[in-house]
């Protein structure tokens, strides 16, 4: 009898236990996700806590620079990491260094909401989640006539008063590819007079920044009236100068997309599908502009005026936008970093 009972209680302890183990490996399905760590308290309380009970996971982060964390997983093949975001120029480096897998786009319904230009950004690989734009600022209390035109950077009275993003920002090659547009030649192939106009440039020119807050600092204390920024400091701008403005440029802004790609090493594909779907879905999208994180890409979204004015907002703002070639870009950085230094290390 005593021999039976320990039988029974040795099964029942083994059955215990294998539940139990069954109910942690259910448990310990675990997210990674590489992205930039800011405005933290509101992307958990938007995407990161609500998906958590979508998928019964959990979620662990890498974060840091775009850089930084491409580099990170360059060193690793492509492992550690189910869903990165990166801005467009960074995840076509990315692509070009195969570290990331294609997406299928049957398991992200919600593409079909979003701007088109967003869906399949850089081919097969991952879609954009929010939209923005490259364009020039002015303080319109001091900068007469108003600019209309990234020529207008050229203008003999706006010497001593632009600042330009330095070369190796988001924003910098894009002062090379407006040159290039100023001088009449394609800034790939016609690169000896897309940087005379660069240098044409230089009187205008106070100061190049590196970082949005350096921008603010220097329009807050009046050595800048004109620079070319990103939309999302606009209103950083105007809390420390109120006149400043969003020029109405009739060649138009340079669109800027902020994507999310599952690395090749991912072992969660299937939960990152899922997680890129929510982050698109119309709820999320439209919490995150309304909340002042990240403009909105999906077209279901709708915002009041006050809401939308410091964003890339509505189908035919976007349509406006040009895009860049960032494979092309790519190629060129580097000699167009060693011209620019040439330029303004002077």
């Known amino acids: 009898m005593k021999a039976t009972r320990f039988t029974q209680l040795a099964t029942l302890a083994l059955l215990a236990t294998l539940g139990g183990a069954a109910t942690a490996n259910a448990q310990s399905k675990t997210l990674t996700i590489s992205w930039w760590g800011y405005n933290g308290e509101k992307m958990t309380a938007n995407i990161i806590d609500p998906f958590k009970k979508i998928c019964g996971c959990d979620i662990v982060f890498e974060t840091g620079n775009n850089a930084d964390r491409l580099n990170k997983l360059k060193l690793r093949d492509g492992k550690g990491v189910d869903v990165i975001y990166?801005?467009?120029?960074?995840?076509?480096?990315?692509?070009?260094?195969?570290?990331?897998?294609?997406?299928?786009?049957?398991?992200?319904?919600?593409?079909?909401?979003?701007y088109e230009l967003g869906r399949a950004p850089q081919g097969k690989y991952g879609p954009a989640y929010t939209i923005g734009r490259i364009g020039l600022v002015y303080d319109s209390a001091k900068v007469n006539p108003p600019i209309t035109s990234w020529n207008d950077l050229w203008r003999p009275d706006l010497k001593g008063s632009v600042s330009l993003p330095g070369i190796t920002t988001t924003a910098?090659?894009?002062?090379?590819?407006?040159?290039?547009?100023?001088?009449?030649?394609?800034?790939?192939?016609?690169?000896?007079?897309?940087?005379?106009?660069?240098?044409?440039l230089k009187p205008n020119?106070?100061?190049?920044?590196?970082?949005?807050?350096?921008?603010?600092?220097?329009?807050?204390?009046?050595?800048?009236?004109?620079?070319?920024?990103?939309?999302?400091?606009?209103?950083?701008?105007?809390?420390?100068?109120?006149?400043?403005?969003?020029?109405?440029?009739?060649?138009?802004?340079?669109?800027?997309?902020?994507?999310?790609?599952?690395?090749?090493?991912?072992?969660?594909?299937?939960?990152?599908?899922?997680?890129?779907?929510?982050?698109?879905?119309?709820?999320?999208?439209?919490?995150?502009?309304?909340?002042?994180?990240?403009?909105?890409?999906?077209?279901?979204?709708?915002?009041?005026?006050?809401?939308?004015?410091?964003?890339?907002?509505?189908?035919?703002?976007?349509?406006?936008l040009s895009r860049v070639d960032y494979a092309k870009m790519n190629a060129a950085k580097t000699d167009w970093i060693d011209r620019w230094n040439e330029v303004f290390g002077k």
């Open 205 to 320: 020119v106070v100061k190049n920044y590196n970082t949005g807050s350096e921008l603010v600092n220097l329009i807050s204390t009046g050595e800048v009236r004109v620079a070319i920024g990103q939309d999302f400091t606009l209103a950083s701008m105007q809390a420390a100068v109120k006149t400043m403005t969003w020029a109405k440029l009739k060649d138009g802004d340079i669109a800027t997309l902020n994507t999310v790609n599952i690395p090749k090493g991912s072992t969660n594909v299937e939960l990152a599908h899922q997680f890129i779907n929510f982050i698109l879905s119309k709820d999320v999208q439209q919490k995150e502009a309304e909340q002042g994180v990240d403009a909105p890409i999906s077209t279901k979204v709708v915002l009041t005026p006050d809401q939308a004015k410091i964003w890339t907002y509505g189908a035919d703002q976007v349509a406006s």
């Open 172 to 200: 910098g090659p894009m002062v090379v590819v407006q040159a290039g547009k100023h001088a009449g030649v394609d800034p790939y192939t016609g690169t000896d007079k897309a940087f005379e106009a660069v240098e044409a």
């Open 86 to 114: 990166l801005t467009d120029s960074f995840s076509q480096l990315g692509i070009e260094q195969g570290l990331f897998q294609p997406v299928d786009p049957t398991k992200i319904p919600n593409l079909s909401e979003i």
